[in-house]
């Protein structure tokens, strides 16, 4: 590693200007790592991004399923992730196999699949359409009414969506190991501290804890809402990283993380296994590089750019 801070973040500017790359950051990443970013954003904003570029390089600081979905949309290109072990457990909780066991079981009932993006290709190549948290509402309401819907992995985006929507689903029972901590006592809490406090959270917690919340959205209508709105204190119940681009980009006003029962704030394990000097060191060696069978990211691309047509 160089001397200090500054030379890493020289250094990553150089070897970004030499690999031609671009460097995509979900709002969960660090915020020396959102700020060297050329775009921060969700899981949405971030496929496109993604699907737009014209760097011969991606850096995608964020999980797995998102440097995945980056290649999936951009075979040609070298994507890269600074840490191959940020993964995510929401992923992890829908083995594609066991999808495939499952769709194989249910043969009858012919489901149309909507998947949450945060799941693995191979998910995603069994299905009909992804969605992202910004929008799954708009997704759903366009499936043909009368067909059965699976959603997956996510049972607790999946329970809003029906609420929000009204359609039926059936629901892959995965979650959010983070957004699962938050409680309605631990949130509660918070309240009576802030008693005039707006509640924002994300739709991946438990329909507890979302009954509380004045707006439920994705990360980046999070920044929006809390901008539009005339007041002046949010609790906001989402991973912390959260925090710094709503401190950034709306000024003058109070953010509070959502506490857990044992936590005053809750960080995503995968999300911050990237560091600066991972992700200097996977622009200087083009590595861990994510790569993937060709009929695999073929399959896969079939309903994320239907997502991106839907969207
Ligand atoms: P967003 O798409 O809302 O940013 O959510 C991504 C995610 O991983 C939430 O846990
Ligand atoms: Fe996965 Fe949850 Fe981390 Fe998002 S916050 S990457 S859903 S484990």
Not at 33 to 45: H, K, P, R
Not at 196 to 217: F, G, N, Y
Request: net charge negative.
């Amino acid at each position: 590693m160089q001397g200090n801070g500054y030379d890493l973040i020289e250094e990553i500017r150089r070897l970004k200007q030499e690999r031609n790359a671009v460097i995509l950051a979900h709002n969960y990443q660090t915020e020396d790592i959102q700020e060297i970013a050329d775009f921060v954003g969700d899981s949405l904003g971030l496929s496109r991004k993604a699907a737009e570029t014209d760097a011969d390089v991606i850096v995608f600081c964020g999980v797995h399923f998102m440097g995945e979905t980056a290649k999936i949309v951009n075979p040609s290109k070298t994507v890269v992730l600074p840490d191959l072990e940020a993964g995510c457990s929401l992923s992890d909780s829908c083995p594609a196999e066991d999808l495939a066991k499952f769709l194989e079981a249910h043969r009858e009932k012919d489901y149309f699949v909507v998947a949450y993006i945060n799941c693995s290709a191979g998910v995603k190549a069994l299905s009909d359409v992804i969605c992202t948290s910004g929008n799954a509402l708009k997704i759903v309401a366009r499936i043909p009414e009368g067909r059965n819907i699976l959603f997956v992995p996510d049972q607790n985006l999946g329970a809003w969506v029906m609420e929000k929507t009204g359609r039926m689903m059936d629901l892959w029972e995965g979650s959010c190991y983070v957004h699962i901590e938050f409680t309605r006592q631990s949130i509660e809490k918070i309240q009576a501290a802030h008693p005039s406090a707006k509640v924002v959270a994300h739709p991946e917690c438990t329909q507890a804890v979302r009954l509380l919340a004045d707006e439920v959205c994705s990360t980046e209508r999070m920044v929006d809402y809390c901008r539009e709105s005339p007041e002046k204190e949010f609790i906001v119940v989402t991973e912390s990283g959260m925090l710094h681009r709503l401190r950034k980009e709306v000024p003058g006003k109070t953010f509070i993380a959502g506490p857990t029962e044992t936590c005053s704030c809750n960080d995503c394990r995968y999300m911050k296994k990237n560091t600066l000097q991972k992700l200097r060191d996977c622009l200087r060696d083009l590595s861990p590089e994510i790569r993937m069978d060709e009929g695999l990211r073929a399959r896969a691309e079939v309903p994320i750019r239907r997502m991106l047509d839907w969207s």
